[in-house]
C-alpha cells in the first residue's frame, strides 16, 4: 500500500497541526498500528513533529523545512495539483479562477 514514513508523517503532521488549533481539547491521543512497521515508523518520526527535548527540537528544525509542515490544516499545497475552474470553459480567453480546498 502507500509507503509506511509517508502516512507516518502525513498524519502525524495533521495531528499536530490540528492539536495546534485544539489547545486544551484532549488529555492524551492514542494511535493505534496493527503493524510493527508502522509503529517503528511513528516512533521513529513523532519526535520531529511532537520534539521534547531541546536536542529533538533542534533535528527537527534541521529535518523538516516549511513545505513539510504544511498548512494551518497540515495539508500540503502544490500549486500544479490545484483545481482550476474556467469562467466559460473552453471560450478563447477564459480566464481560470484558482480553487481552494484549504478554506
Known amino acids: 500500500g ?4 509517508e502516512g507516518a508523517s502525513c498524519a502525524l503532521r495533521t495531528l499536530r497541526r490540528y492539536l495546534e488549533r485544539e489547545q486544551g481539547a484532549f488529555d492524551a491521543v492514542i494511535l493505534s498500528l496493527s503493524l510493527q512497521e508502522d ?3 511513528y516512533l521513529r518520526l513523532a ?3 511532537f520534539p521534547r ?6 533535528t527537527s528544525m534541521n529535518l523538516l523545512g516549511p513545505e513539510d509542515l504544511g498548512d494551518a490544516h497540515g495539508e500540503r499545497s502544490a500549486r500544479e495539483r ?4 474556467q469562467l466559460t470553459p473552453g471560450k478563447e480567453g477564459s480566464v481560470p479562477v ?3 480546498f484549504n478554506d
Open 98 to 100: 484558482p480553487i481552494s
Open 39 to 41: 509503529y517503528d515508523s
Open 53 to 58: 527535548t531541546a536536542s529533538e527540537v533542534t
Open 2 to 5: 502507500y509507503p509506511t514514513d
Open 47 to 49: 519526535p520531529l513533529y
Open 82 to 85: 490545484q483545481v482550476r475552474v
